[in-house]
């Protein structure tokens, strides 16, 4: 809060109020038309790219309107003191706040009843001051105003005459008849309706008094203005002058110490405030009670999580203090984060090019009588929550996570708003303002003091008519558009008292404050439950501030993958979203400046409620359950308010009279006297009166206390890098609300252009860094391993990022996506010229040739042809959806940057979609821009594949033969069967005579295995196959499947089907990268070169000897290991670690190959199944002789167990060779963890002293027990396998 603690008792920021202001119209420069308004429809006219002939017409518009409905310049006609240095008087702002809409004017026939509403200003740095207005009508007595009125009224007539009776059309007109049914005399009743006449009629103009306030005591400075406003109007002169009331409030009453509370006075009654004590919720004095009348129980919970999640708030309502009660009450919710972007729940009119901000918002806009939703126009809306108040009504971002326990928590909540009589869905009619327009019917019973006895059917009756239509239109037209239709009104006589009321402090008003307090409770218990265990997380990693605020930007402050992995499954969604905010990096960087200094106000009370469940619940800190735990401090929290209010801690000074000239500002009954502004402009020399009423160590501690809460850092350079750290990452914090030259905004605009391509860097960075996993480690990055959720997280941020740069900006808006409206017209535009002419096509990736020269055809990269595959995708429904999975095929594919930048090289259509500030019109900017994402082709994405999993996708397939070896054609009939991570494609034939082949079937994911096979018919059945390739015709993903064996009876293993294990295939440009960024690609593992694979089909490879096996038995080992320690969405494909180059099945063949006797007389291959067939052969026949009993049964269990399991796989249903066989084996031993038991039974048989010779691994008995206990790591991991390696084997 600006300023409000300070060093002496008497200084200024102890002071409750800073400021009195008085505005309304100047009589000196008279009816002057408000010209920011009309700069507003000028520009708003511009922003739809009219022609100037219709802009001046639209400027014009103020004049289209009957002059009372006009709105004038509003003037400040004073205010006191004159200036206080640190809260300097914003002379445009506070009269743009004050009167949003200018001046208004009223005659005896309309409403002009009282009204009340508040604001806040936040300055550039964050801190705010409070504004309460109390707005009333004041007879006008200068005749010249009156004139100038007539004559507008007379000339305006003239034209409304002359378009009557052109047309019926015209929008008066066409009301009116409406009211009166097509009544011929519509005309005449237009102008009784709708006129001023001089000689009849009284003329009424606006007029404002405001209270400027530190800190936000509503209910105080609401009772002070209507008390004060009643001494203008009542027929009695006040007791005392109204400057001594404006003087006392401004100088002589104090703010209530923390924990305490103060009586002072009004011009008629004591008014009592008090402020929570240092370890309660901090002060907000808005009733929550309204929020959820106005929104609902449901919808609030929901914008309280777009809040949440930084998203782009709009706020809708005619009613100024109902746009400012949502504001305050959702943001006081968020305790113990802040809202750390543009805030700005009223925002003037002259201000509305601020919507265009890119930046995450939220802003109060006040809707005009009688406009419905769909003709506001609003730059962006893909990440837009519209609040429309009025109607109980709110429109979601697509795609955002709910709020943990959502149900529980509504239903907590709703407990708490039952006990207090408030239905949970919300009543638009019971709100504050709505009760009192009704009392206002009922005037007169009220000030008759039957206000107990009011006959509760004239209610009934008020509220029927309240809901009648014609009515309406009828009230609307006599109100002539006050500042509010609603009002929280002023009612009942305020000096009577409810004689059976024991506290001094209203029943309604104690009310509303335990609900407040209570409400907040429950959704500060909500965080301290979620968030109860992250210091354990925060990463302390500086000596000091000054290199800890020099460092910021590069340093990990939060362990976020550990955090996550310690939630709730049902949570990860929000929080992984969550924990990327603004507000929560503020937070923890809020946690860990507590080290140098005091502790933030809100941190503090944070840090000692997670405390006090400490103690209460001793519970392990590591044990995360979603169990739904209820707050148990609702009625505490309760009684310190109530004891606060019964027991009146602080009495300021009485109203007193002061030094003033006499006869100046005489008292006229409804009228606001002219102030005496020498009086006013300065406080009491000495004012340390009301000071020594608490005694002095209380008033030392407290004015410590607000001393450290609100002085903070007084070193300069310190402060200058605090406000770099603090708006890191976040763009321009708050507008500026005076100043609006073109220079201005346009300034603006370029804070909004560096600050997004900030904010590209950052998280183009963070997702590198997070993917490259270890190598970053290594070069000292923070966390190694990303998880799938938090990628996904990533991901929707940076489409989010893209939707707003491409909302910066725009000319006119189409569509809720920016980004896809412009992709359409770069589609339109392009396949307009492709009739013409090819369109260019940049050249795709070369495929590696095999000898045989066949190869998949080269995939034409084109940014059309991606478009139309997301166009073609039916699950999709909206255009900020098909923009999101363009973008996630444009990352996955590697083709972001080249696509964007494509679509930016169509300079016509940029110019024409955006203006000249836009940030895609900043040639270096976008330059930059495009650059930072392509360095995210450095990692591989599966973020398209993975997310959109039951899309159908053509792929392409082509099988490579070895032709120098076998012919190119085999004569039999072959198959293949393509499996990925989620599901398989089935047998499919391959045309005969062709290699090639495309199939569509629903996504497959990741591809795994390939199968291929043929029946061996014809002449030349035997097929030496090099490789298969299978390519994802939509993100050109290749994988290679090795094989380089004969499918056919009698050669190589007589096997007529292969299970072949895939590689991605790196493109060309991926090769490239690699080389620059130094970080090896994902798939090429650096120790490739050291391990030696064994291949049955020729002789070349230079055998390994004993250790390199024994090393890559181990590492296999290892390797799958590492995957089960991974969490279970990370986990990458088991079965290559299994069946792949260096996977486990290869690592044991080499252990089986060692000194394996294989060749024979007329060289006939022996297999290494030959082997195992010979084992379970002897076992089968011979009785074992073990050492006991118990050893015997246990090797007569696993005897039996490996025959059944050899036997199962030799009589299965398929052409499987040898070595296809020994695969499966190891494959179902792995599963069924029966290895370990296998191999001392093979290595003591009897055939293999006559199969291997003596210095074989297997021969050696240390070698096969330490490979015993290497395999017995496995025991503890559930291992599941693919479907396609063991079909058709039944054990």
Known sequence: MSGSGAPGPGAAPCRFAHYFVLCGIDAESGLEPDELAVLYKWLEANLHGKSSDTADKTSGENFDQSPLRRTFKSKVLAHYPQNIEWNPFDQDAVNMLCMP???????????????????????????????????????VTSKQICTAMQTLYQMHNAEQYS???????CSMDSLASSIDEGDATSLAKLQRYNSYDISRDTLYVSKCIC????LPFMQACKKFLVQLYKAVTSQQPPPLPLESYIHNILYEVPLPPPGRSLKFYGVYEPIICQRPGPNELPLSDYPLREVFELLGLENLVQVFTCVLLEM?????????????????????????FQWQHVYVPILPASLLHFLDAPVPYLMGLQSKEGTDRSKLELPQEANLCFVDIDNHFIELPEEFPQ??????????????LLQFGIPPEGN???????????????SDLVNDKKNGNIPSNALNMYELLKGNETIARLQALAKRTGVMMEKMAITAPLAEKQKDGKLPCEEVELRDYKLNVQLREVFANRFTQMFADYEAFVIQAAPDMESWLTNREQMQNFDKASFLSDQPEPYLPFLSHFIETQMFATFIDNKIISQWEEKDPFLRVFDSRIEKIRLYNV????????????????KEAAQSIEQRLMKIDHTAIHPHLLDMKIGQGKYEQGFFPKLQSDVLATGPANNNRWASRSTTTQRRKDRLRQHSEHIGLDNDLREKYMQEARSLGKNLRQPKLSDLSPAVIAQTNWKFVEGLLKECRMKTKRMLVEKMGHEAVELGHGEANITGLEENTLIASLCDLLERIWSHGLQVKQGKSALWSHLLQYQEREEKQEHSAESPVAVGTERRKSDTGITLPTLRVSLIQDMRHVQNMSEIKTDVGRARAWIRLSLEKKLLSQHLKQLLSNQALAKKLYKRYAFLRCEEEREQFLYHLLSLNAVD????????????????????PIKKLSNAITTSNPWICVSGELGDTGVMQIPKNHLEMTFECQNLGKLTTVQIGHDNSGLLAKWLVDCVMVRNEITGHTYKFPCGRWLGKGVDDGSLERILIGELMSSTSDEELGKQCRTPPQQKSPTTARRLSITSLTGKNTKPNAGQIQEGIGEAVNNIVKHFHKPEKERGSLTILLCGENGLVAALEQVFHHGFKSARIFHKNVFIWDFIEKAVAYFETSDQIGDNEEALLLQRSSCKTFCHYVNAINTAPRNIGKDGKFQILVCLGTRDHLLSQWIPLLAECPPITRMYEENALLRDRMTVNSLIRVLQTLQDFNIILEGSLIKGVDV
């Not at 638009?428 to 009922?442: G, I, Q, R």
């Not at 994405?941 to 490579?960: A, D, G, K, L, Q």
């Open 941 to 960: 994405y599966f973020c398209f594949t993975s997310v959109f999993t039951t899309i159908m996708i053509p792929y392409r397939s082509v099988i490579i």
């Open 101 to 139: 809409k200018g001046l208004s004017f009223r005659t005896q026939t309309d409403n002009r009843d009282p009204q009340l509403h508040s604001f806040i200003i936040t300055r550039e740095d964050g801190s705010r001051t409070y504004g309460f207005v109390l707005t009333f009508y004041e007879e």
């Open 312 to 336: 782009q708030i709009l706020l809708y309502s005619q009613d100024y203090q109902r746009l400012m009660t949502v504001a305050e009450g959702i943001t006081t919710l968020l305790f113990p």
């Open 619 to 634: 519970r392990a800190p590591a044990l995360r359950t979603s169990n739904y735990q209820k707050c148990s401090t609702l």
């Open 163 to 169: 378009s009557v009776c052109a047309s019926s059309s």
């Open 211 to 214: 209270l400027i306030t530190p």
């Open 403 to 416: 709020f943990p326990n959502k149900l529980e928590f509504i239903q907590e909540i709703s407990e708490v």
């Open 428 to 442: 638009l009619h019971c709100s504050d303002s709505a009760t009192k327009l009704k009392n206002l019917v009922l």
